[in-house]
């Protein structure tokens, strides 16, 4: 159809056409949300009507710029921090396999130590706004480190045969193909550590004891039994959070582009690991066990805090065989941990097939996709402590809000990987299939789901801690069960050795699970090679 001129105004009807549908679609499900808020369909008014929202924010809102400057600010210091530190250990471990094996069991223990666990200790030991300034850092170093990792891993191997091939070394070869070839893993990254920062100021607020903030309105708003007032502090930070997804996600959609590549590559161009003889290997495997634990002992030296708030490696050994109550200590940390692991394999199933399945819609159907993100943000942005007394009223409190849970922490992270995965996908790989008649779904099954591997794998790294960590914040605030539990009832009896306990196990399994889907990945990887 021609474009009509009415005045000035030109009216372009197939552009027009999808801004009115989705404008249609938003429209009636804010309907449907505020209808189902009024007639209290849902847990007898849990979910309030977007209207009442509203209005409690208009009521309260002289009370959010003070608040909304302190999280903003320690979150942004975080932000800044954690992806700098980031994407430096990203590059060295991508250029260093022996230095990425090394590290491998600190870098998933930073990612799943317990925030409910170490915001006390981070408290009493860091000054002023040292604690949410942290866990904002700490929020985006994994994933942003992950993504450079992948992105530097995934350059075509034939940009770096050209650049060898007019003579350029290692540099050249890092500044023109591999770098540009990781822009979008990086900014996809960027995309995740923005909610990450902003939920991990939130949460060390919880513990801070501090007056301003997100988390301290929210501590202080819980007991007064008014949803509209913490949906509408969810909404808040959801929108903070969508902010910084969304400036991100426009740069990197701005320079994608660029760096794009022209055709499907047969392979990648992953740095070969060193030949290392089965001494060295061992050797290696030692150092990545032990290293954990020696940077643990030198932070605990360095802390200077009484031994009874702060546990040495020896200090929790011993706690765990030699004390009065160790056996005892020992049969209920392995119950709790046969609580808490089913649902967390379950909510890291759950969570990156549901990132997928978005993922693949957002491919297939992004009109739908955009309709599901302001829910996802949602999930990601909603400070836990106030998202699970909600869901508790929707789920119950057992295993299927463990499950929500899960599913809330995980899916956010695994669907911004596999999105920015299917959308790497060159257009000439696409043109190619629909040259041959392939639909869309074809497409995305032959073509596009394939070249994603690298990225689903690593969705489900990202995904396997975090399941955990929003397990045992279920068992915490809702179920009364497992590790969760465990660690509720220690901090409420000062028992510092089962706190560190818990944290230690569940840090070990989640490095257990990261390097079992690390292996899993190799053996694809292997076998799609050979």
Same mark, same amino acid.
């Given at each position: 159809m021609r474009p009509v001129r009415i005045g000035w105004v030109r009216l372009r009807p197939a552009r027009w056409k999808p801004s009115l549908s989705l404008t249609l679609e938003v429209a009636a499900a804010l309907a449907i949300w505020e209808l189902a808020g009024r007639m209290k369909w849902i847990a007898d008014g849990a979910l309030p009507a977007p209207s009442a929202i509203l209005v409690r924010l208009w009521i309260d809102w002289a009370d959010y710029p003070p608040h909304l400057a302190a999280t903003l600010t320690t979150a942004a210091v975080g932000f800044l921090i954690g992806n700098a530190i980031g994407i430096v250990c990203g590059t060295l471990f991508a250029f260093s396999p022996v230095a990425e094996r090394l590290f491998r069991g600190v870098n998933v223990a930073i990612f799943a130590l317990p925030a409910i666990a170490i915001v006390p200790v981070l408290v009493l030991t860091l000054p002023s706004d040292g604690a949410r300034i942290v866990l904002a850092a700490l929020g985006c170093y994994f994933t942003t480190m992950t993504a450079t990792m992948v992105g530097l891993a995934s350059a075509d191997p034939r940009g770096i045969d050209v650049v060898r091939g007019w003579g350029g070394g290692r540099a050249a070869v890092f500044r023109y193909v591999r770098l540009p070839a990781a822009v979008p893993a990086i900014l996809s990254g960027l995309q995740v550590g923005a909610p990450n920062a902003?939920?991990?100021?939130?949460? %060390? +607020?919880?513990?801070?004891?501090?007056?301003? *903030? #997100?988390? =301290?309105?929210?501590?202080?708003?819980? $007991?007064? %039994? +008014?949803?509209?007032?913490?949906?509408?502090? *969810? #909404?808040? =930070?959801?929108?903070?959070?969508?902010? $910084?997804? %969304?400036?991100?996600?426009?740069?990197?959609?701005?320079?994608?582009g660029s760096v794009r590549a022209a055709t499907l590559p047969t392979g990648t161009a992953a740095l070969p690991a060193p030949a290392l003889g089965r001494s060295g290997r061992l050797a290696l495997a030692a150092g990545a066990v032990l290293m954990p634990f020696a940077l643990w002992w030198g932070a605990v030296a360095a802390s200077g805090l009484p031994a009874m708030l702060v546990k040495s490696p020896l200090d929790v050994f011993a706690y765990l065989t030699a004390g009065p109550r160790a056996e005892g200590v020992r049969e209920r940390l392995i119950g709790a941990l046969a609580e808490t692991l089913p649902p967390s394999l379950a909510g890291v199933a759950l969570g990156v097939v549901a990132a997928l399945l978005l993922a693949v819609l957002a491919e297939a159907a992004p009109r739908l996709a955009r309709l599901m993100m302001p829910l996802s943000l949602f999930t990601?942005?909603?400070?836990?402590?106030?998202?699970?007394?909600?869901?508790?009223?929707?789920?119950?409190?057992?295993?299927?809000?463990?499950?929500?849970?899960?599913?809330?922490?995980?899916f956010f992270p695994a669907y911004v990987l596999l999105a920015q995965g299917l959308a790497a996908v060159p257009q000439g790989a696409r043109d190619l299939g629909r040259a041959y008649g392939a639909s869309r779904w074809r497409e995305l099954r032959l073509i596009a789901l394939p070249a994603a591997v690298p990225h689903l794998f690593a969705a489900i790294r990202l995904a396997a801690p975090r399941a955990i960590l929003g397990v045992m914040i279920a068992e915490w605030l809702a179920t009364g069960t497992g590790l969760g539990n465990l660690l509720n009832r220690a901090r409420g009896m000062l028992d510092y050795g089962m706190i560190w306990s818990v944290a230690v196990l569940s840090v070990l399994v989640s490095v257990?699970?990261?390097?079992?889907?690390?292996?899993?990945?190799?053996?694809v990887m292997r076998r799609r090679g050979g």
């Open positions: 902003l939920l991990g100021s939130i949460l %060390a +607020e919880f513990g801070g004891g501090g007056r301003w *903030g #997100l988390g =301290a309105y929210l501590i202080g708003s819980l $007991g007064r %039994a +008014e949803p509209d007032r913490l949906w509408g502090i *969810g #909404l808040v =930070a959801t929108a903070c959070a969508a902010v $910084g997804y %969304a400036a991100f996600g426009l740069l990197g959609r701005a320079l994608t990601q942005a909603m400070p836990l402590v106030a998202l699970t007394p909600i869901l508790v009223l929707v789920f119950g409190r057992g295993t299927a809000v463990m499950l929500a849970v899960t599913v809330s922490v995980t257990a699970l990261y390097e079992l889907v690390s292996a899993a990945e190799g053996a």
